[in-house]
Protein backbone atom coordinates (compact mmCIF):
# COMPACT_ATOMS: atom_id res chain seq x y z
CA UNK A 1 0.00 0.00 0.00
CA UNK A 2 1.45 3.23 -0.99
CA UNK A 3 1.79 5.99 2.04
CA UNK A 4 -0.51 8.34 -0.09
CA UNK A 5 -3.07 7.42 -1.83
CA UNK A 6 -5.15 10.43 -4.64
CA UNK A 7 -7.14 9.21 -7.24
CA UNK A 8 -5.30 11.06 -10.74
CA UNK A 9 -8.73 10.89 -12.12
CA UNK A 10 -9.15 14.03 -13.99
CA UNK A 11 -12.09 16.10 -13.20
CA UNK A 12 -14.43 18.64 -15.15
CA UNK A 13 -16.74 21.07 -13.42
CA UNK A 14 -18.97 23.76 -15.16
CA UNK A 15 -17.62 27.25 -13.85
CA UNK A 16 -19.11 28.32 -10.11
CA UNK A 17 -19.46 24.14 -9.00
CA UNK A 18 -18.18 22.83 -6.01
CA UNK A 19 -14.51 20.84 -6.23
CA UNK A 20 -13.82 18.42 -3.55
CA UNK A 21 -10.95 15.99 -3.97
CA UNK A 22 -9.49 14.14 -1.55
CA UNK A 23 -6.04 11.45 -0.58
CA UNK A 24 -6.24 8.66 1.82
CA UNK A 25 -2.89 8.09 4.02
CA UNK A 26 -1.27 4.94 5.83
CA UNK A 27 1.42 6.85 7.55
CA UNK A 28 0.03 7.73 11.67
CA UNK A 29 3.37 9.13 11.57
CA UNK A 30 2.34 12.40 9.01
CA UNK A 31 1.90 15.70 11.28
CA UNK A 32 1.04 18.45 8.36
CA UNK A 33 -1.10 17.95 5.73
CA UNK A 34 -0.80 20.00 2.81
CA UNK A 35 -2.60 20.88 -0.58
CA UNK A 36 0.16 22.05 -3.54
CA UNK A 37 -1.55 23.69 -7.08
CA UNK A 38 0.38 22.90 -10.26
CA UNK A 39 -0.40 25.13 -13.25
CA UNK A 40 0.41 23.67 -16.58
CA UNK A 41 4.36 23.50 -17.06
CA UNK A 42 5.26 25.05 -13.46
CA UNK A 43 6.14 23.89 -10.17
CA UNK A 44 4.03 23.34 -7.99
CA UNK A 45 2.87 26.22 -5.13
CA UNK A 46 1.76 25.55 -1.80
CA UNK A 47 -2.09 26.58 -1.64
CA UNK A 48 -3.26 25.50 1.97
CA UNK A 49 -1.74 23.53 5.20
CA UNK A 50 -3.30 22.11 8.05
CA UNK A 51 -2.19 20.01 11.15
CA UNK A 52 -4.94 19.41 13.40
CA UNK A 53 -8.27 17.15 12.45
CA UNK A 54 -11.01 19.65 11.16
CA UNK A 55 -11.44 21.96 8.58
CA UNK A 56 -9.11 25.48 7.67
CA UNK A 57 -10.70 27.90 5.76
CA UNK A 58 -9.31 30.15 3.07
CA UNK A 59 -11.44 32.27 0.86
CA UNK A 60 -13.23 29.99 -1.27
CA UNK A 61 -10.67 27.01 -0.01
CA UNK A 62 -11.46 24.62 2.40
CA UNK A 63 -9.08 21.77 4.13
CA UNK A 64 -10.30 19.18 5.60
CA UNK A 65 -7.88 16.61 7.46
CA UNK A 66 -9.55 13.66 9.48
CA UNK A 67 -6.98 11.97 11.61
CA UNK A 68 -9.18 8.75 12.56
CA UNK A 69 -9.85 8.09 9.11
CA UNK A 70 -6.86 9.40 7.49
CA UNK A 71 -8.28 11.07 5.13
CA UNK A 72 -8.11 14.33 3.88
CA UNK A 73 -9.89 16.73 1.17
CA UNK A 74 -9.86 19.90 -0.14
CA UNK A 75 -12.71 21.87 -1.56
CA UNK A 76 -12.96 24.75 -3.71
CA UNK A 77 -16.11 26.38 -3.61
CA UNK A 78 -17.74 28.86 -7.05
CA UNK A 79 -15.10 27.47 -8.89
CA UNK A 80 -13.29 29.61 -11.52
CA UNK A 81 -11.28 29.03 -14.76
CA UNK A 82 -8.24 30.36 -12.88
CA UNK A 83 -8.26 27.41 -10.76
CA UNK A 84 -8.01 24.85 -13.48
CA UNK A 85 -4.82 23.41 -12.60
CA UNK A 86 -3.29 20.15 -10.66
CA UNK A 87 -4.12 19.89 -7.20
CA UNK A 88 -1.81 17.28 -5.04
CA UNK A 89 -2.25 16.47 -1.25
CA UNK A 90 1.51 16.21 0.45
CA UNK A 91 1.93 14.98 4.17
CA UNK A 92 5.14 15.41 5.84
CA UNK A 93 6.72 13.16 8.39
CA UNK A 94 10.32 14.04 10.32
CA UNK A 95 12.77 11.35 9.08
CA UNK A 96 16.30 11.36 10.24
CA UNK A 97 16.30 14.93 11.16
CA UNK A 98 14.98 15.62 8.00
CA UNK A 99 11.41 17.15 7.32
CA UNK A 100 10.24 14.50 4.23
CA UNK A 101 7.01 15.28 1.96
CA UNK A 102 4.79 12.19 0.64
CA UNK A 103 3.01 13.37 -2.34
CA UNK A 104 0.16 11.78 -3.52
CA UNK A 105 -0.09 11.65 -7.96
CA UNK A 106 -2.10 14.71 -8.48
CA UNK A 107 -6.16 16.00 -9.38
CA UNK A 108 -6.29 17.78 -12.97
CA UNK A 109 -9.07 19.55 -12.48
CA UNK A 110 -10.48 21.55 -15.38
CA UNK A 111 -13.37 24.48 -14.84
CA UNK A 112 -15.24 24.84 -18.29
CA UNK A 113 -16.34 28.87 -18.13
CA UNK B 1 11.69 35.71 -0.55
CA UNK B 2 13.15 33.31 -2.78
CA UNK B 3 13.61 32.30 -6.27
CA UNK B 4 14.17 28.93 -7.59
CA UNK B 5 15.99 29.13 -10.64
CA UNK B 6 16.25 25.91 -13.55
CA UNK B 7 17.55 25.41 -16.85
CA UNK B 8 17.23 24.14 -19.64
CA UNK B 9 13.42 24.91 -19.41
CA UNK B 10 13.41 21.70 -21.61
CA UNK B 11 15.80 19.06 -23.32
CA UNK B 12 15.54 16.56 -26.11
CA UNK B 13 18.57 14.21 -25.11
CA UNK B 14 19.81 10.52 -26.77
CA UNK B 15 20.01 7.12 -24.65
CA UNK B 16 23.52 6.62 -23.29
CA UNK B 17 24.35 10.67 -23.58
CA UNK B 18 24.81 12.48 -20.35
CA UNK B 19 23.00 15.03 -18.16
CA UNK B 20 23.20 17.89 -16.51
CA UNK B 21 20.40 20.19 -14.96
CA UNK B 22 21.78 23.06 -12.77
CA UNK B 23 19.28 24.80 -9.92
CA UNK B 24 20.26 27.85 -8.40
CA UNK B 25 18.67 29.34 -5.50
CA UNK B 26 17.81 33.12 -4.81
CA UNK B 27 16.71 35.26 -1.62
CA UNK B 28 17.25 32.28 1.56
CA UNK B 29 20.62 30.67 2.59
CA UNK B 30 21.67 27.49 3.80
CA UNK B 31 18.36 26.32 2.61
CA UNK B 32 17.51 22.12 2.12
CA UNK B 33 17.51 21.34 -1.85
CA UNK B 34 15.48 18.54 -3.07
CA UNK B 35 16.00 17.08 -6.44
CA UNK B 36 11.72 15.50 -7.38
CA UNK B 37 10.72 13.91 -10.98
CA UNK B 38 7.64 13.98 -11.89
CA UNK B 39 6.21 11.76 -14.53
CA UNK B 40 3.07 10.97 -15.55
CA UNK B 41 0.57 9.80 -13.61
CA UNK B 42 3.17 9.20 -10.91
CA UNK B 43 3.21 12.19 -8.91
CA UNK B 44 6.02 13.55 -7.19
CA UNK B 45 9.03 11.43 -6.54
CA UNK B 46 11.71 12.70 -4.64
CA UNK B 47 15.38 11.95 -5.75
CA UNK B 48 17.82 14.14 -3.51
CA UNK B 49 18.27 16.13 -0.99
CA UNK B 50 20.94 18.24 0.66
CA UNK B 51 21.17 20.20 3.96
CA UNK B 52 24.16 21.63 3.33
CA UNK B 53 27.21 21.70 1.11
CA UNK B 54 28.59 18.54 0.06
CA UNK B 55 25.58 16.80 2.00
CA UNK B 56 23.63 14.32 -0.62
CA UNK B 57 20.91 11.95 0.42
CA UNK B 58 20.05 9.84 -2.53
CA UNK B 59 16.39 8.24 -2.09
CA UNK B 60 16.28 5.95 -5.14
CA UNK B 61 18.66 4.16 -6.71
CA UNK B 62 19.67 4.78 -10.11
CA UNK B 63 21.71 6.19 -12.41
CA UNK B 64 21.15 9.45 -11.60
CA UNK B 65 23.63 11.73 -9.15
CA UNK B 66 23.44 14.82 -7.37
CA UNK B 67 25.95 17.71 -6.18
CA UNK B 68 25.54 20.96 -4.21
CA UNK B 69 29.53 22.72 -4.84
CA UNK B 70 27.67 26.04 -3.47
CA UNK B 71 25.39 26.72 -0.84
CA UNK B 72 22.49 27.60 -3.48
CA UNK B 73 23.29 25.55 -6.45
CA UNK B 74 22.70 21.94 -6.61
CA UNK B 75 23.12 19.79 -10.03
CA UNK B 76 21.28 17.02 -11.25
CA UNK B 77 23.73 14.54 -13.38
CA UNK B 78 23.70 11.21 -15.20
CA UNK B 79 26.78 9.70 -17.15
CA UNK B 80 24.54 7.44 -19.22
CA UNK B 81 20.22 8.48 -20.09
CA UNK B 82 17.82 5.45 -20.23
CA UNK B 83 14.71 5.92 -21.69
CA UNK B 84 12.89 5.47 -18.01
CA UNK B 85 14.97 8.67 -16.97
CA UNK B 86 12.23 10.93 -19.27
CA UNK B 87 9.90 12.84 -16.95
CA UNK B 88 9.70 16.79 -15.10
CA UNK B 89 12.46 17.56 -12.87
CA UNK B 90 11.71 19.84 -10.29
CA UNK B 91 14.27 21.22 -7.57
CA UNK B 92 12.80 22.68 -4.63
CA UNK B 93 14.23 24.71 -1.29
CA UNK B 94 12.97 24.35 2.21
CA UNK B 95 14.15 27.86 3.78
CA UNK B 96 15.23 27.54 7.56
CA UNK B 97 12.56 30.37 8.31
CA UNK B 98 9.23 30.12 7.70
CA UNK B 99 6.43 27.21 8.06
CA UNK B 100 9.39 24.13 7.86
CA UNK B 101 6.98 21.98 5.96
CA UNK B 102 6.70 24.34 2.67
CA UNK B 103 8.96 23.66 -0.10
CA UNK B 104 9.07 26.23 -3.19
CA UNK B 105 9.71 24.92 -6.28
CA UNK B 106 11.47 25.83 -9.63
CA UNK B 107 10.02 26.21 -12.85
CA UNK B 108 11.57 22.56 -13.87
CA UNK B 109 13.00 20.93 -16.10
CA UNK B 110 11.02 19.02 -19.15
CA UNK B 111 13.67 15.91 -20.23
CA UNK B 112 12.73 13.50 -22.96
CA UNK B 113 15.28 10.36 -23.46
CA UNK B 114 15.02 9.51 -27.31
Known amino acids: QKEVEQDPGPLSVPEGAIVSLNCTYSNSAFQYFMWYRQYSRKGPELLMYTYSSGNKEDGRFTAQVDKSSKYISLFIRDSQPSDSATYLCAMSARVGGNNRLAFGKGNQVVVIP | SQTIHQWPATLVQPVGSPLSLECTVE??????LYWYRQAAGRGLQLLFY??????ISSEVPQNLSASRPQDRQFILSSKKLLLSDSGFYLC?????????????FGPGTRLTVT
Open chain 2, 27 to 32: GTSNPN
Open chain 2, 50 to 55: SVGIGQ
Open chain 2, 92 to 104: ACRPLAGFSYEQY
